[in-house]
């Protein structure tokens, strides 16, 4: 028995802990006894309930609740239980009443609303328009802000009513069609027409009623609007009028922008909210754009009726004001309001008058309205106002440049001097020409005039020279060396920068061949300058252009003992050493012994000296396989392209030999004859080299190959006495496109040779080892066309007729 009652003394203090645990588990002290595995669900519950309603989280409450002696092991149980736990049922074992739903985080709701917006191009000019265009300004409500204490409930409308304590209850009701909201276990409570807050009072005084708890403070009520109701409006003369479907938290704003703002002769100065079939406010949209007051911005509700009759003043502004536009006008309105709405002038704006195109009842009539009446005059329905721009002009401009300190435009005053405008700009420079300076002058007439004044003499104070200046005059004040002519002197030859120079007083010949960068080392002691000759007088027995100077000078010292002056347009000529070349070297490759580059010795070295050099032919070469490959110049291209083939401007002939020579050929090849060179020396094929030259030996070779448009390209064992078609037929002969006619060989020199007719027979070239046969591709020719026939023989039967009348 004694077992028992401990037993039962035990549970029952884990029990009374646990309650403890979850009536307040930041409030407890001593958590070391509890016991996670025992608490019930509706335990949980109100843990995560007091968490919420403290806004900590569960991560947060960890510290205290281990620093109170709560084992980790139990907080991790905790933890899981916290996360498990979802939706309780209504009712606990205790009576405890529960929601249908638990809400872990409350987010106010609200049908979503579509409206789509249509571009208002022909009103663009109306102020205020840009407001309902906009689909970024929608004046939609926030319904993350909290709720309004003024709102009025209605159908529709839910409510997110929650009890955390001792007791608790979490559900979200709605307001029914009748205006009531039932809660379990308490009854229907009407709270249409009531604002939220006393709507709260009323449901916390009818909970307190079943439940002892709310009444004694152990549990408290919160009431929020968590789903918002959707009121319709009825929008009159916008854009886009009809009945619309919003939020009831929308404002006048929001559904004038989903209306489209007022049509095209719509008023957005006297827009009416009719509500209980009466005005309730009128709304002046300017009050927004202007100010950016909103106290017109009014709430909404449903059944109200929102009428934008037709505007009853409307003027249009135009020219220099910072936001031209058509702007409407109330009774007792001013010009200076009407500037107000448009921002004022812009800072080009003639502000002294303001033109104005009135309307009578026959015709149009201008008036000026002076700055002095902006605050009396008021405009009339029609009214056009244009501001014009400042002219472009100064009224007191006056401006100085040339040989001064501060060449600028500086402001004129009346009495103003030239001494006066020369001290503004600091004073003339070293260089200024004192003699003489120009004004000029802008006559009244607007022509112009030129003002000549002596400065030395205004500057020494003397009055007559020191004129009195007008507005917009320019002072110009020369300087000498504007007078000074610009000198050059040229230096050409063996120098290593040859150019053109500025000369300078005292200028010599050492002076210069340093600036020149210094001789180079083909320079020779010959130096020739000319002069040019200078004569005021023409004297024809003497036909010289030039004064020729020759000097000798050390070549290889810039700095000469003999130090010639130069004068003005001198021409300098470094000559070059008479001899003065480079070595230059040509190349032999192939069957030779000793292949490689060469240096040409001799002007006149020629292919046999140049072999002999390499070691002769080797055992392998082929005799008539020597040849030079020779690069082609630049020189050589320029050449052909400066010769006149007289093709015409559309042949492309000339065009494509350039190209093949400047793309394709890199070389041109001579044949050399090796067999009469070793015959004769002299002979004619034993040519003279030129620097950059190569000579190529070819091997022997056994093969002779068969290329071009045949029916298999091949090489062919070279056979004794066998012809030109032995070969031809050894490789399948000619395809289709083949010209047999016009096929030609290359020997290994380098020598072509193309098959000859004579009276129906053809001869073709002989063909030697190593030796290489080309078919060429016969050209396309285009065939005669019906119509093209048809008129050949309509020439044809012409001609014949011709013919036989004359025969006749």
């Known amino acids: 028995m004694r077992k028992i009652i401990i037993t039962l003394l035990l549970l029952f203090g884990l029990f009374q802990s646990s309650n403890a645990l979850a009536q307040d588990l930041l409030k407890s002290t001593d958590l070391s006894t509890l016991k996670v595995d025992y608490l019930s669900d509706s335990e949980i519950a109100k843990i995560k309930t007091q968490l919420q309603t403290n806004n900590v989280t569960i991560e947060q409450a ?42 872990e985080e409350f987010t106010r709701k609200q049908e979503k609303i579509v409206n789509t917006k249509v571009k208002d191009t022909l009103n663009a000019l109306i102020f205020g328009s840009e407001l309902f265009d906009n689909p970024t300004l929608n004046f939609e409500p926030n319904l993350k802000l909290a709720t309004p204490v003024n709102y009025v409930l209605g159908p529709g409308d839910e409510l997110q009513v929650s009890v955390y304590g001792v007791q608790e209850f979490n559900a979200s009701i709605p307001v029914s069609t009748e205006g009531k909201v039932t809660i379990q276990y308490v009854g229907q409570i009407p709270v249409s027409g009531m604002t939220i807050e006393a709507a709260t009072q009323k449901i916390k005084g009818a909970i307190s009623r079943v439940y002892s708890t709310v009444g004694s403070g152990q549990s408290q009520v919160a009431v929020s609007l968590s789903r918002i109701r959707t009121i319709r409006v009825t929008i009159i003369g916008s854009k886009q009028p009809g009945n619309y479907s919003i939020s009831s938290l929308a404002t006048v704003y929001n559904a004038l922008f989903l209306g489209g703002g007022p049509g095209k002769n719509g008023s957005y100065r006297n827009i009416e909210l009719l509500r209980d079939n009466r005005v309730y406010r009128n709304i002046d949209i300017y009050h927004f754009l202007v100010n950016g007051d909103q106290s017109d911005n009014v709430g909404l509700k449903d059944n109200d009726v929102i009428r934008i009759p037709a505007y009853n003043q409307r003027v249009t502004l135009e020219g220099q004001v910072k936001r031209p536009g058509i702007f409407e006008m109330k009774k007792g309105e001013t010009f200076s309001d009407l500037l107000a709405f448009a921002s004022g002038f812009n800072e080009f704006a003639y502000t002294a008058s303001v033109n104005v195109l009135q309307k009578t009842n026959k015709e149009f009539k201008v008036k000026d309205i002076k700055a002095a009446e902006f605050n009396s005059y008021k405009p009339l329905s029609g009214d056009v106002f244009r501001v014009s721009k400042i002219l472009n002009r100064f009224e007191n401009r006056i401006k100085i440049d040339g040989a001064v300190f501060r060449p600028n435009t500086y402001s004129f005053y009346e009495g103003m001097r030239i001494s006066d405008l020369i001290a503004k700009a600091d004073g003339l420079k070293e260089d200024a ?60 030859g063996e120098i290593k920068k040859p150019g053109v120079y500025e000369y300078h007083e005292n200028l010599t010949l050492n002076d210069l061949l340093v600036q020149a960068g210094g001789l180079t080392g083909s320079a020779s002691k010959r130096v020739e300058i000319a002069r040019m000759i200078k004569s005021e007088e023409i004297d024809d027995a003497n036909s010289s252009k030039a004064q020729l100077f020759n000097i000798e000078i050390t070549a290889n010292n810039n700095e000469q003992l003999k130090n010639f002056e130069l004068q003005p347009f001198d021409v300098v000529n470094i000559r070059k050493m008479a001899v003065y070349d480079k070595p230059e070297m040509v190349a032999i490759i192939g069957a030779v012994h000793y292949a490689g580059k060469y240096v040409l010795a001799n002007k006149k070295d020629r292919v046999y000296d140049i072999i002999q050099r390499a070691g002769g032919l080797t055992s392998v070469a082929n005799i008539d396989g020597v040849k030079i490959k020779r690069p082609i110049q630049a020189k050589q291209i320029e050449a052909l392209e400066n010769v006149n083939l007289n093709l015409g401007k559309k042949d492309s002939i000339q065009n494509k030999i350039t190209k093949k020579l400047k793309e394709d050929l890199k070389f041109a090849t001579i044949p050399v004859d090796w067999k009469g060179i070793i015959k004769n020396p002299e002979s004619d094929t034993n040519v003279t080299l030129f620097p950059g030259d190569e000579i190529e030996v070819a091997t022997y070779n056994e093969g002779v190959k068969v290329a071009g448009n045949v029916l298999l390209t091949s090489e062919i064992p070279y056979t004794k006495r066998k012809g030109f078609n032995y070969y031809l037929n050894a490789v399948g002969g000619v395809d289709a496109k083949g010209w047999k006619k016009k096929a030609y060989i290359i020997y290994p020199n380098g020598k072509a040779d ?18 290489q046969i080309i078919v060429p591709e016969k050209p396309e020719t285009k065939k005669l066309s019906t119509g093209e026939f048809v008129s050949i023989a309509g020439v044809l039967a012409s001609l014949a007729g011709i013919v036989i009348a004359l025969m006749r």
């Open 62 to 103: 960890e510290p205290m609740a281990l620093a109170k002696g709560m084992p980790a092991a139990e907080f991790a149980k905790l933890k899981i239980r916290l996360s498990e736990n979802k939706n309780a049922s209504p009712l606990d074992k205790k009576g405890d009443l529960k929601g249908d739903n638990e809400s």
């Open 433 to 492: 020409y004192s003699n003489r300076a120009r004004i000029i002058r802008l006559k009244p007439d607007l022509t112009t005039e030129i003002v000549n004044v002596n400065l030395a003499k205004a500057l020494e104070g003397d009055l007559e020279a020191d004129i009195a200046l007008h507005k917009e005059d320019i002072v110009t004040v020369y300087s000498i060396l504007d007078f000074v002519e610009e000198y050059k002197i040229t230096i050409d």
């Open 754 to 771: 193309v098959a000859n007719s004579f009276l129906f027979i053809r001869t073709y070239p002989k063909v030697t080892p190593g030796s």
